[in-house]
């Protein structure tokens, strides 16, 4: 089992940067594919970002490109999500999940390891 701790939330205004940090441990996923999951009040859990266990295969999803970058460092067994350019409409608990498939899939139901999550709010 890989354990998942969440960090960098918070409040931000329309247009700023945050970055979020995924510490693993236990097990710690090196091998893993990981990725960045969001929901808000009321809406289904919707993928953000996954990055392939070597970091060279990345995937973004619609709503973020071009904005957010995912990134991973596995001697310290930690993933990243860079947010620029950000709008309140990205407002959402944001989750870090991993996952032993091959490659990276965006679908919530295939990860079997999920942090607790970070509260990201953006200000209009």
């Known amino acids: 089992q890989v354990q998942l701790v969440e960090s960098g939330g918070g409040l931000v205004q329309a247009g700023g940067s945050l970055r979020l940090s995924c510490a693993a441990s236990g097990r710690t996923g090196s091998d893993y594919v990981k990725a960045w999951f969001r929901q808000a009040p009321g809406k289904e859990r919707e993928f953000v970002a996954g990055?392939?266990?070597?970091?060279?295969?990345?995937v973004l999803g619609d709503s973020v490109k071009g904005r957010f970058t995912i990134s991973r460092d596995n001697a310290r067994n930690t993933v990243f999500l860079q947010m620029n350019s950000l709008k309140p409409e990205d407002t959402a608990v944001y989750y870090c999940?991993?996952?032993?498939?091959?490659?990276?899939?965006?679908?919530?139901?295939?990860?079997?390891?999920w942090g607790q999550g970070t509260q990201v709010t953006v200000s209009s």
């Open positions: 990055i392939s266990w070597t970091g060279g295969s990345t």
């Open positions: 999940a991993a996952t032993n498939t091959i490659v990276v899939v965006t679908r919530a139901q295939m990860y079997g390891n």
